[in-house]
């Protein structure tokens, strides 16, 4: 089963950029489908970007779209997450998420604040 560890968190202002990154280990990294949620203090966790294994098509809430871009490095086993213009409701612990068939794995998180 794949083991994932986000990183690339941290404090930033409204406005301002931030790439989260997302280490995965296994060697069919490429088979699994990526995703990015958040979960904001008192709130469930959401859907923010998600991508596919090899063919790399995205998806992304409404709410981001235009603003953050998933992407991901198959030989380096690696998913990122690029978000500018950041908004403080967007302050949230950022999850990375592997998925294929029954496997649903998720990271620790990652925190991101984002101050006004």
């Known amino acids: 089963q794949v083991q994932l560890v986000e990183s690339g968190g941290g404090l930033v202002q409204a406005g301002d950029s931030l790439r989260l990154s997302c280490a995965a280990s296994?060697?069919?990294?490429?088979?699994?489908?990526m995703g990015w949620l958040r979960q904001a203090p008192g709130k469930e966790r959401e859907f923010v970007a998600a991508?596919?294994?090899?063919?790399?098509?995205?998806y992304y809430a409404d709410s981001v779209k235009g603003r953050i871009t998933i992407s991901r490095d198959n030989a380096k086993n690696a998913l990122f997450l690029q978000m500018n213009s950041l908004k403080p409701e967007e302050t949230a612990v950022y999850y990375c998420?592997?998925?294929?068939?029954?496997?649903?794995?998720w990271g620790k998180g990652t925190q991101v604040t984002v101050s006004s």
């Open positions: 296994g060697r069919t990294f490429s088979s699994y489908a």
């Open positions: 998420n592997a998925v294929v068939g029954v496997d649903n794995t």
């Open positions: 991508i596919s294994g090899r063919d790399s098509i995205t």
